[in-house]
């Protein structure tokens, strides 16, 4: 080759070369843009995911918040409408025992003078009743606070952003599922301790004379 063609060749291979190395660069360069392109994407719907995730629990936590209030409001009226009760009976006993006296001697002589002994221990029957309804709903308050604790256990310590769940979806669906059985029972029961407080209140008129 004459001296002057490889003179004219050898800036051409050298500008070739430089485009070859240019496009190569540009490719990567490319490349890893498309790479973190993708990446931001992920954690993008990452971050949605979790975020709904948060919402979802924290809906759920409003909702067995208020069903708990709900059962604490009717587990305290409960309470209250046997404490009056219970006062009541009470009071009975100690007017039946006014009337009978302190000094008088507990025997049966003439159907008049054991009047006030049978009325005592109806009174004392009636006490015992009470008694056995205020063990009942202590019982259903006992229920209620070991229920609560354990829904607690369950459902805390609530998911914070970028921290895994503390339950998963599933589980908490089967424990609203449980909760809801076991709320439905549980206001039957006081419904039926209710009604025998109603019934002994009914009785009262007619016991104590």
């Not at 190569?24 to 490349?31: A, G, T």
């Not at 918040?65 to 009071?91: G, N, V, Y």
């Not at 049966?108 to 002994?117: I, L, N, S």
């Not at 006490?127 to 256990?153: H, K, P, Y």
């Amino acid at each position: 080759m004459p001296c002057d063609q490889w003179r004219m060749q050898e800036p051409e291979d050298a500008r070739m070369a430089t485009e070859d190395v240019s496009s190569s660069v540009v490719e990567e360069l490319e490349r890893k843009a498309a790479e973190v392109e993708a990446r931001l994407r992920e954690k993008e719907e990452e971050n949605a995911a979790l975020k709904r995730r948060i919402e979802s629990y924290h809906i759920r936590w409003l909702e067995y918040e208020i069903r708990t209030k709900s059962l604490e409001e009717a587990f305290h009226e409960q309470m209250a409408a046997l404490q009056m009760a219970q006062d009541a009976a009470r009071m009975a006993e100690e007017t039946a025992y006014d009337r009978r006296g302190p000094s008088e001697p507990y025997t049966e002589t003439t159907a008049a003078e054991a009047e006030p002994v049978v009325r005592l221990w109806h009174g004392r029957d009636r006490l015992s009743s009470v008694g056995a309804r205020r063990s009942a709903v202590n019982r259903l308050g006992s229920e209620f606070r070991r229920q609560s604790r354990t829904l607690d256990r369950a459902v805390e310590p609530m998911p914070g952003p970028g921290q895994p769940a503390a339950i998963s979806a599933d589980d908490l669906k089967k424990l609203k599922a449980q909760f809801r059985a076991w709320a439905k029972d549980y206001k039957a029961r006081l419904r039926r301790a209710q009604a025998e407080i109603d019934k002994d209140r009914r009785r009262r008129g007619s016991c104590w004379i």
